[in-house]
């Protein structure tokens, strides 16, 4: 699959996660619960169109799970676990949190990712952008200095992620905090957004992309190109 889509993609270099460029960025979770979400997240749907994120999920939020996730992974404090499923392909903008983001393939995707010393003027070039092939089954951790959004699909079929982040991330934010902060989109949600994706910009996100909104080609099918040009 990977050799597949650099082939589609040779403009972006797609690398695997696994190589020493996704060091800054993050790290692959060897040790994560895979099995024991998987068949939760088999019962989640892939939406016709667009994606869908649920910041937390009762049936993924299971006590015993919850509690097993923010003693391995967040230090003890309280976590949310959700996913983000969909048919994206393109950049849209990026964002980052003040906390790590665990990202649980649940299908091969690819994260497009920046980091934040790349903001300058709050705004980021996507000449700095690096593409990372995820392979279903593996989790990664993003760390808070990672610019990144949601996954593009490899397959038109579209792409299952798991997301934890800290709990109350990406929910609305209360009257008094919105324009402190040009960047700061939601709770725990600084964003840049690009000029084209039009649900952050009429919702009054910082439009803070500079270059094209980079789109990730795909297969139709394990053998077969899709996508545009």
Known sequence: MLKQLQDLNQ???????????????GRVLEDFPFQRFEERMARTLIPEEGNEYVPGSAELEEPEL???????YYGGMSCQIGYCNGNNSNLGGLEYHKGSEINVAMTDMVLLLGHLNEVEDNSFDTGFLKAFYIPKGTAVEIYQTT???APCKVTADGFKCMVILPEGTNTPLEEEQAGEDPLLYMKN???????????FVSNGAHVGIKGPNVFVQFLE???TQGGRT
Not at 11 to 25: A, G, L, P, T
Not at 66 to 72: M, V, Y
Not at 189 to 199: F, G, I, Q, T, V
């Open 189 to 199: 949600k600084w964003l840049l957004a690009h000029e084209e994706h039009d649900r």
């Open 66 to 72: 919850k509690s097993l996730l923010e003693r391995r």
């Open 11 to 25: 403009s972006m270099n797609v690398e695997d996660v696994r190589s020493k460029s996704f060091i800054r960025y």
């Open 147 to 149: 610019l990144h959004l």
């Open 221 to 223: 099918n394990e053998f």
